[in-house]
């Protein structure tokens, strides 16, 4: 999720979204790993959207805070659309990181899925703004793949886990590193569908779910 600023003075619409961590394995060098990978991933592409006939420069202008043990209410009460909450823990249920559907502004993160060059929190804030993964998750002969395909798509296999084994095998699907934000996604955003009131408009919505543990949900 993120608020929206349009500049015609620039020319450029600014993406403002706001990363606050919290969690057992949440800390400040992770922190900044995901908001580093996110705006670095999303500006990438150096995309533009046309607003009555004039082009803007899409920009991503992303911050991020650790606040590891944030009340749960200032999660629920959260009326700032900048704001995206994950909690950040060593074990996940489905071994996965996930976010609370398309567009919204929270989630849960599995450490490990975080390893630096990664792309996960790249591919999750993706979803925050409302892109989905795309339907054909074969798409092999189409060179790169974008940030939304999931893990488990055919790819050419210079894009593969391992290169060398035939396609949809054990190794023979997309490693997420290989991801990458491309102008196609930056352009299913529909940025120029947007509404703006004083310069400014939000995309995505807000879930506010504060997630708690887990490993805690299970001994419970």
């Known amino acids: 999720m993120g608020e929206v600023e349009l ?29 580093e990978e996110i705006e670095t991933m999303w500006n990438e592409p150096a995309a533009t959207i046309s607003f009555d006939s004039t082009n803007f420069q899409v920009i991503f202008r992303i911050t991020a805070e650790l606040n590891k043990d944030i009340p749960e209410l200032e999660v629920l009460q959260n009326d700032i659309p900048r704001n995206n909450y994950f909690r950040i823990e060593d074990f996940a249920i489905g071994n996965i990181s996930f976010v609370d559907g398309l567009g919204c502004n929270s989630g849960y993160f ?80 529909k940025l120029h569908k947007l509404r703006f009131h004083n310069r400014l408009s939000v995309i995505g919505e807000f879930s506010n779910v504060y997630h708690w543990p887990h490993n805690q949900n299970m001994q419970a």
Do not use: C, W
């Open 7 to 35: 500049d015609a003075g620039k020319q450029v619409l600014l993406i403002h979204s706001h990363i606050i961590t919290y969690g057992n394995a949440a800390d400040e060098q992770i922190t900044e790993q995901l908001r």
């Open 110 to 189: 599995k450490l490990e899925n975080l390893y630096k060059g990664s792309t996960t929190a790249a591919h999750e804030y993706g979803h925050t703004l409302g892109l989905d993964h795309p339907k054909d998750l074969d798409i092999r002969g189409k060179g790169v793949p974008g940030i939304m395909y999931p893990r488990g798509t055919l790819v050419d296999p210079p894009y593969q886990y391992d290169p060398s084994i035939p396609a949809g095998a054990k190794g023979g699907t997309m490693h997420p590193m290989f991801r990458k934000v491309l102008p196609e996604d930056i352009r299913s955003l």
